[in-house]
């Protein structure tokens, strides 16, 4: 892969994953609530995700959900009725000031089992990745490798961007002394999840 093509495509990446979204959502939420170091794990849910979304997409698989009306709305609803129960669940989180002890209700376990589901259960990342990778993908020079490049480099981006919203979510949850203020905030991200689930489900293909 020649050097330009990458270097664009590092901007489309970052581009991507500056992009408001389920995700974005679930990393400053999480950042506010449980620090910096817990919030690690749901980091790698999420590249977990990711990952295995750009795996479907190289083995061909992702365009086949991609032109597939009904494996996409499977998927889609799937999502949409996970992000409304979390944001159900955040908007009733009656946790204390998390951020300031560093203890949560929940585990890094949990944590980033969320995460993971929160990515693998949105089809617009596959449809997206499946009308992306072709721009930068090289017919004439083998695909795999090409393949390899462009996934790592999304899965490296996304995380290096996650981790400045948790961090920067985490630096903000230091100046909170209020329950009062984090069950309004707790209430705030309920609602965007609820709102990342209606989006997703006027989603189409």
């Given amino acids: 892969m020649d050097t330009h093509v990458w270097l664009a495509y590092v901007v489309t990446a970052i581009l991507f994953s500056l992009a408001p979204g389920s995700g974005t959502v679930n990393s400053i939420s999480n950042g506010l609530s449980y620090g910096m170091r817990k919030s690690l794990a749901s980091i ?10 750009i795996v479907l997409v190289g083995a061909g698989i992702g365009a ?26 955040k908007w009733r989180d009656r946790s204390s000031l998390i951020a300031q002890t560093g203890e949560g209700t929940k585990s890094s376990w949990d944590l980033m089992r969320n995460a993971v589901l929160i990515n693998l259960t949105n089809p617009k990342s596959i449809v ?24 790592v480099t999304t899965v490296v981006i996304d995380g290096i961007v996650m981790l400045g919203y948790i961090s920067l979510a985490a630096q903000m949850g230091r100046f909170i002394r209020s329950d009062r203020v984090m069950g309004k905030i707790n209430k705030v991200f309920g609602g965007m999840f609820m709102g990342c689930g ?8």
Avoid: D, E, R, T
């Fill in 44 to 53: 790698i849910g999420l590249q977990l995700g990711l990952a295995f979304h």
């Fill in 128 to 151: 997206f990745l499946v009308a992306l990778f072709p721009q930068f993908i090289n017919p004439m020079q083998p695909q795999m490798p090409q393949l390899l490049v462009l996934g």
């Fill in 64 to 89: 086949l959900v991609a032109k597939s009306a009904l494996a996409f709305s499977i998927i889609k609803w799937v999502g949409v009725i996970y992000l409304v129960w979390l944001g159900i669940q």
């Fill in 198 to 205: 209606a989006l997703l489900a006027a989603a189409k293909a």
